[in-house]
């Protein structure tokens, strides 16, 4: 079974209220989440999926072997 998170969790693990993640769910731009009964879960890899698709900026540095 996948690991599940609440939105508060979610909020402190991103350093950010949780009002700001109800506003990204409302508004169609967090991570997807679940409705359990009347609960928002979220699975920790839809969360981890979400994030890398967020990343912006700097560039890879060419690792030489």
């Given amino acids: 079974m996948p ?3 609440d939105e508060r969790a979610l909020a402190a ?3 950010v ?3 700001t993640v109800r ?3 409302y508004e169609g ?3 997807k989440y679940l409705k359990v ?3 928002v879960r ?3 890899s839809d969360v981890m999926s979400w994030l890398d698709a967020q990343v912006a ?3 890879e540095v060419a690792v030489n072997a």
Avoid: H, N, Q, T
Wanted: glycine fraction near 24%; charged fraction near 30%.
């Fill in 3 to 5: 690991k599940f998170i």
């Fill in 13 to 15: 693990d991103l350093m």
């Fill in 17 to 19: 209220s949780v009002s």
């Fill in 23 to 25: 506003g990204w769910r």
């Fill in 29 to 31: 731009k967090g991570p």
């Fill in 37 to 39: 009964g009347g609960a």
């Fill in 42 to 44: 979220y699975r920790e």
């Fill in 57 to 59: 900026g700097g560039r």
